[in-house]
């Protein structure tokens, strides 16, 4: 029997599997538990798991340091030896939730992607997978033999930078003294609210919205969140584009989290695709890279569990 888990700062997926695949799994919200393993027992009571558990992998929302992790939108700890000592595992990964999930991206059938650009794919070129949901997740995968080796990072973290005034405004709404805007603080769940706000500003009178998905719901009929939208998306796109750069990500770039495939009219309208390509000197290559959405929610939870699987051959 192996264990996997997402971990993130807004819902923790958990499975059991054998060599048949799936035997129970578990959709939670993070914020109802005080720690993570408090949750995690509850999940195994549930499962009624007799049997022992040969390898776990945990992927987390946050930076990973010796199989330990701390979430950085949750006071929990994952401490990959001391949850292996309590409940009897034999081995337990922590890894970063994006290293998770893009090992799951080999796996993916057509179906379950949406294709933004068609591009040119290399294979055995670099693959980036990035995340827009209640943070900014990245992670690439880099050729290495005959498979593929995963560099997890905090690349949501880098500097915000404004592509055109109203990007600038946003900055400006989100500066504090002695700090720093990033990407996150833009491109995620937080980041659509905190442009609706930057853009209410100089347009009072509107509908007061600060959930991300009621502004997602209100673009049809609502111009300021409709505004916020394109905004948003046109932020994600170069973002995406600047990292695609970075690795030179010819065997695809995928945008997984949860709030691009709620946005696939949007992303599909184009606005993602040009800010994307808008590279300068480079902006003939961005044609090149293939884009996609990823549909399958439980990317991140396949992912662990493949790499538990793989932690089990390996022992």
Aim: charged share 20%; hydrophobic share 50%; proline share 5%.
């Amino acid at each position: 029997m192996i264990l996997g888990g997402d971990i993130g700062g807004t819902k923790t997926l958990l499975a059991l599997a054998d060599e048949g695949g799936i035997v129970h799994e578990r959709r939670f919200p993070s914020r109802d538990w005080g720690d993570f393993s408090a949750l995690l027992r509850a999940f195994l009571d549930d499962a009624g798991c007799a049997a022992d558990i040969a390898a776990a992998c945990f992927g987390v929302a946050g930076p990973v340091l010796d199989e330990r992790a701390r979430l950085t939108y949750l006071p929990w700890t994952v401490d990959g030896p001391a949850l292996a000592r309590f409940f009897g595992i034999d081995r337990v990964r922590v890894v970063n939730d994006f290293a998770a999930a893009a090992q799951g991206v080999a796996a993916l059938r057509p179906e379950q992607l949406a294709t933004l650009q068609e591009g040119r794919p290399q294979p055995g070129a670099p693959r980036l997978l990035i995340g827009a949901g209640t943070g900014l997740g990245v992670a690439a995968l880099l050729p290495e033999g005959a498979g593929w080796r995963t560099v997890g990072g905090e690349g949501g973290h880098i500097g915000f930078s404004p592509a055109d005034e109203a990007q600038l405004a946003v900055w400006r709404h989100l500066a504090r003294p002695g700090g720093r805007v990033t990407a996150e603080n833009v491109v995620s769940g937080p980041g659509l609210a905190a442009i609706y706000a930057s853009l209410a500003k100089v347009s009072p009178g509107g509908t007061a919205l600060e959930d991300p998905a009621g502004i997602v719901a209100a673009a049809d009929a609502n111009p300021l969140a409709r505004q916020a939208v394109d905004l948003f998306v046109a932020a994600y796109g170069a973002f995406a584009g600047d990292l695609a750069l970075l690795f030179m990500a010819r065997g695809g770039v995928y945008l997984g989290g949860g709030i691009a495939p709620k946005l696939l009219d949007r992303l599909r309208q184009g606005g993602f695709v040009r800010a994307f390509g808008a590279r300068g000197a480079h902006a003939g290559l961005m044609a090149d890279f293939p884009v996609r959405v990823v549909l399958e929610e439980r990317l991140g939870l396949l992912g662990a569990l493949a790499i538990a699987a793989a932690h089990t051959s390996s022992a």
